[in-house]
């Protein structure tokens, strides 16, 4: 069936916009999508939260986003969950509205360093602030507020899922159900460490200057390293022989001594140059930042999961986690403690593992694995098995 050609829409928010850090922001617009009608008791809508380098364009065909330069490549055209969404698919366009938004700080139509301060016109740069989950997840709330819409169905990948669960835990009575996939409560010392090598390797970057780069050439080579770590944890590491063409090839212009002698390096090197055309690296670092720094547990005053999660059990909201078996990103013991974790909450929670050779990944590159569990549940509100 041939996609249907879609468009970004804007809030601009009529004030400011306080972040937990207590920074303050003007003239916050957030980019957003939306499939399927609402009902006319607002009642039928998903909340979909995208990955790290994800958008807001999870669905159809979306050529252009105003306010995004030379960054909508063609592979952001499709939308990165066109398998599942549409009519009759499991986030079912003849049943459901779907909305979708662009992060805080990111470079794909909502506010971000890249954008111009309203106090003098520039480019924010490195007075863009850190930006939390829960200011995400504020965000995204002021926007159904913008839209009438009150209660909805939650559902993230990935740095999405963290920000779901930010939701969740902030406005339990707004959520109907929970769907977390490749995600968790926070991140694993390893995957911090990942991504503080990530902000490194674009710190590190001559071009990066500070975050103040816009006037010049943009740090291209520290976000194409960045990517190349980052996308190592992505993929199953065992298949990347598989996964990578045979031939080592192409000049990625990021080495001057060595020659790649392996497919999986020219596939990573590949990876990171072709990414490093189409992100801004100040919108990698927040999105990175915030997700090292994210952990439930910090939206309780005790620090405990106990209390982080009280409205949410109060709620009784119905959950499904995901889990997928060669993840290095969330490994499989996490979502299991966090289902341990929801289920000592008497949350009702169902839980499956997939069985992939894509690793973390999986959830962009085969979604159909994860259809049925997320159309019942959308369908009929509660989990399988309930503890
Ligand atoms: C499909 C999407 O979701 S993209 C639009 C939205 N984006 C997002 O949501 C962000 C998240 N997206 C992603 O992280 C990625 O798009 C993924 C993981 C979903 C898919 O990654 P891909 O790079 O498309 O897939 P894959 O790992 O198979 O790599 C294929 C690429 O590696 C290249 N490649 C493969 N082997 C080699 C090699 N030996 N040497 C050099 N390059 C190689 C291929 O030519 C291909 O390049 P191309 O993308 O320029 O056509
Ligand atoms: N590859 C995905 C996974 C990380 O969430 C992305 O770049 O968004």
Request: glycine share 10%; aromatic share 10%; proline share 7%.
């Amino acid at each position: 069936m041939q996609l249907p050609t879609v468009q970004t829409r804007f809030l601009d928010l009529p004030g400011s916009f306080s972040l937990r850090n207590g920074a303050v922001l003007d003239k916050v617009r957030v980019a957003y999508e939306q499939y399927g009608a609402l009902t006319p008791e607002k009642d039928n809508v998903i909340l979909l939260f995208h990955a790290l380098s994800g958008s807001q364009h999870a669905y159809g065909y979306n050529p252009e986003v105003p306010g995004t330069g030379s960054l909508w490549k063609p592979e952001n055209h499709e939308g990165w969950w066109n398998s599942i969404i549409g009519p009759g698919k499991p986030l079912d366009t003849d049943r459901f509205c779907i909305i979708c938004a662009n992060y805080l700080g990111g470079c794909y139509g909502t506010t971000g360093p890249a954008s111009p301060s309203p106090t003098d016109g520039l480019p924010y740069g490195s007075r863009f602030p850190h930006v939390e989950a829960a200011d995400q997840a504020r965000l995204q709330a002021l926007l159904l507020d913008s839209l009438g819409i009150e209660r909805i169905h939650l559902a993230g990948p990935s740095v999405g899922g963290l920000i779901a669960l930010s939701f969740a835990c902030q406005f339990p009575e707004r959520v109907r159900s929970f769907i977390s996939i490749g995600s968790g409560y926070r991140a694993s010392i390893e995957h911090r460490l990942s991504l503080f090598e990530q902000i490194l390797a674009i710190e590190l970057d001559p071009d990066f200057r500070g975050g103040d780069y816009y006037q010049g050439p943009a740090p291209k080579k520290g976000l194409a390293f960045a990517r190349i770590i980052g996308h190592k944890s992505f993929v199953y590491q065992e298949g990347l022989e598989q996964r990578a063409r045979k031939e080592v090839g192409g000049k990625s212009g990021l080495l001057t001594w060595m020659t790649p002698t392996r497919s999986t390096q020219s596939y990573m090197l590949h990876q990171g140059t072709k990414f490093a055309e189409r992100f801004d690296a100040n919108a990698y670092i927040r999105i990175a930042d915030m997700w090292a720094e994210f952990d439930i547990r910090d939206h309780a005053p005790d620090g405990t999961f106990k209390t982080a999660l009280e409205g949410f059990r109060r709620a009784g909201i119905p959950s499904l986690v995901f889990s997928i078996d060669t993840d290095c990103c969330f490994r499989p013991a996490e979502q299991q403690d966090f289902v341990a974790q929801l289920e000592s909450a008497r949350i009702p929670v169902e839980f499956h593992t997939i069985v992939s050779t894509k690793g973390h990944d999986s959830f962009l590159l085969e979604p159909e694995l994860y259809a049925e569990p997320i159309r019942r549940i959308l369908a009929e509100g509660h989990p399988e098995h309930t503890p």
